[in-house]
Nanobody
Framework: VQLQASGGGLVQPGGSLRLSCAASGRTFSTYVIAWFRRAPGKEREFVVGISMGGGSTYYADSVKGRFTGSRDSAKNTAYLQMSSLKPEDTAIYFC??????????????????WGQGTLVTVSS
């Protein structure tokens, strides 16, 4: 499966933004989707994992309660809704796919396909 992330931009602290991850291929529904991010000078960090059916999501503690991961299999697209954004959320955000029929993991090396990344900047 091939992925393309979009939706990044500049947003003020406390604001919201929604990222999209469009997937190609007919097997999208058999892949788990995860969002990662890489802040300047930091390692890549797991943000959220979304199960194949979208019924289960797993969040990093740093975003729990503020971010929501979801997916629409009919559109072959996953989303990351970000609210109450903080300057420390500034990063390049990547979507990644793992499968088919594999579980969610926070280990980025376990993911097979990656989108190109979209930059989110939280600043006043």
């Amino acid at each position: 499966v091939q992925l393309q992330a979009s939706g990044g931009g500049l947003v003020q602290p406390g604001g919201s933004l929604r990222l999209s991850c469009a997937a190609s291929g007919r097997t999208f529904s058999t892949y788990v989707i995860a969002w990662f991010r890489r802040a300047p000078g930091k390692e890549r960090e797991f943000v959220v994992g979304i199960s194949m059916g979208g019924g289960s999501t797993y969040y990093a503690d740093s975003v729990k309660g503020r971010f929501t991961g979801s997916r629409d299999s009919a559109k072959n697209t996953a989303y990351l809704q970000m609210s109450s954004l903080k300057p420390e959320d500034t990063a390049i955000y990547f979507c990644a796919a793992r499968g088919p029929l594999r579980p969610i993991t926070q280990d980025p090396t376990a993911y097979d396909s990656w989108g190109q990344g979209t930059l989110v900047t939280v600043s006043s």
